[in-house]
T-cell receptor
């Protein structure tokens, strides 16, 4: 069973479109994250939720909006996509927000054309 | 703020060579330290971790020791294989913060 699963794995879309990436974890963890990996492989935290509550919101454009309907799901919606949004987006989860292993999904490769 | 610095790659080695990837950190408090690995086209997998000073994390022949005095967590392997070719990320984590990554080091092993 996949512990952290995200869909879609690949997404190619045009500039200006709105798209969503879904994430689900079956590990019973309280904390979920979204990370962005750029073309140079650099990983940066975007958002973190603990039990459906937003706890980390890094400097991310307002076009990015996370939604956590329950603690097992954290979706990422992106409005008005731009070329610079092309990246790999990783969902992750952990038992609590510090000191414990963070488990990553397989990533969603977003290409904006 | 907290940060992680790791040696820039790419690191190119022959099979069975010794590997060291340097990682140092800056943090207030006592972070947990991690190495993650990303194989081509895949997500990140935890390779090993250490949660306090002098702890040694180990897995699949890789080792790293948490050195508080030098704020380091260098990754080592005695004999690399072609299948170890991947990007390796050093990271730290403290209470109330998400995992903070270094920039990654690409390892390429040839037979």
């Amino acid at each position: 069973d996949t512990a952290v699963s995200q869909t879609p794995k690949y997404l190619v879309t045009q500039m200006g479109n709105d798209k969503s990436i879904k994430c689900e974890q079956n590990l019973g963890h309280d904390t979920m994250y979204w990370y962005k990996q750029d073309s140079k492989k650099f990983l940066k935290i975007m958002f973190s939720y603990n039990n459906k509550e937003l706890i980390i919101n890094e400097t991310v454009p307002n076009r990015f909006s996370p939604k956590s309907p329950d603690k097992a799901h954290l979706n990422l919606h992106i409005n008005s996509l731009e070329l610079g949004d092309s990246a790999v987006y990783f969902c992750a989860s952990s038992p609590e927000s510090s000191g414990n292993t963070i488990y990553f999904g397989e990533g969603s490769w977003l290409t904006v054309v | 703020g907290d940060s992680v610095t790791q040696m820039e790659g790419p690191v190119t080695l022959s099979e069975e060579a010794f590997l060291t990837i340097n990682c140092t950190y800056t943090a207030t408090g006592y972070p947990s330290l991690f190495w993650y690995v990303q194989y081509p086209g895949e997500g990140l997998q935890l390779l090993l971790k250490a949660t306090k000073a002098d702890d040694k994390g180990s897995n699949k022949g890789f080792e790293a020791t948490y050195r508080k005095e030098t704020t380091s967590f260098h990754l080592e392997k005695g004999s690399v294989q072609v299948s170890d070719s991947a990007v390796y990320f050093c990271a730290l984590n403290q209470a109330g913060t998400a995992l903070i990554f270094g920039k990654g080091t690409t390892l390429s092993v040839s037979s």
